[in-house]
Nanobody, 130 residues
Framework: VQLQASGGGLVQAGGYLRLSCEAS???????????VAWFRQAPGKEREFVAG?????????YADSVKGRFTISTRDTAKKTVYLQMNSLKPEDTAVYYC????????????????????WGQGTLVTVSS
């Protein structure tokens, strides 16, 4: 499975962006059973969980720092395309954002550990100016 992340860019504080993650390859069964998550990594910091859709597609989870501002969504049950709508952006949201997929773990929650995800996109840079 290959992942292509896009949608990053430069935005002023208070602005918004929508990131997209497109999956290709694999089989429908495998993709449909995946959990999908967005992580981010700022310079000099560890990669951190931002938001996720569970394997069942019925549970969404968010980091406390983005709750109420970011929304993860998908338009298909296979979660081939997953979006991250980011509103009210802050300078501390500046990072490279990565999408990731895994078929591990429970059906109705997301792991927040990067090592539990084995497919990764190339990352898209989000820069929020003050």
């Amino acid at each position: 499975v290959q992942l292509q992340a896009s949608g990053g860019g430069l935005v002023q504080a208070g602005g918004y962006l929508r990131l997209s993650c497109e999956a290709s390859g694999g089989t429908f069964r495998i993709i449909n059973d995946d959990a999908v998550a967005w992580f981010r990594q700022a310079p000099g910091k560890e990669r951190e969980f931002v938001a996720g859709i569970s394997r069942s597609g019925r549970a969404l989870s968010y980091a406390d720092s983005v709750k109420g501002r970011f929304t993860i969504s998908t338009r298909d049950t296979a979660k081939k395309t997953v979006y991250l709508q980011m509103n009210s952006l802050k300078p501390e949201d500046t990072a490279v954002y990565y999408c990731a997929r895994t078929a591990r773990g429970p059906q109705n929650s997301n792991s927040k550990r990067a090592l539990d995800y084995y497919y990764w996109g190339q990352g898209t840079l989000v820069t929020v100016s003050s």
